[in-house]
């Protein structure tokens, strides 16, 4: 039987937490925190919302999965975000030591790989997952703030 728990099945649930952050007047950034092909984290961007510009979809996603777990490990989980995350949330995500890291859209300008800042060691990356589709959402918020 097939595993319909792909990296394009979690990362279409972010992207419908990318939609509702849009939907907000938020940088439409969804993220999600997987186990065992379990969601135990669904979140986006509330930086508007909370008045915080540390609150990106990656941090929110954090601290509700180690909520969840009950301890600020998240090894053997995967964070499924819709934007490659920025250094603040890499440097949040490298001390998580969450396990996998799967984004969609690139961001060349403030991306955690411009900007040189890495990842735990153990952490594997995936990038590119539905990337168009992510990456047009954010392309379509700014025209629209800016147009």
Known sequence: MENI???EYFMRK???EAHAAFDKGEIPVGALVVVNDKVIART???TELLH???AHAEMQ???????????????????????????????ALYW?????????AHDPQRGYRAMGTKLHPKTTVVSGVLEEECSTL???FFK????
């Open 61 to 91: 996603a954090i601290t509700s999965a180690a909520n969840f777990l009950g301890g600020k490990y998240l090894t053997g989980c995967t964070l499924y975000v819709t934007l490659e995350p920025c250094q603040m949330c890499a440097g």
């Open 52 to 54: 915080d510009v540390t």
């Open 96 to 104: 998580s030591q969450v396990a996998k890291v799967v984004f969609g």
């Open 5 to 7: 728990f792909t990296d």
């Open 144 to 147: 629209q703030r800016r147009g």
């Open 138 to 140: 954010v392309k379509t």
């Open 14 to 16: 972010a992207l419908q």
């Open 44 to 46: 986006h961007n509330l």
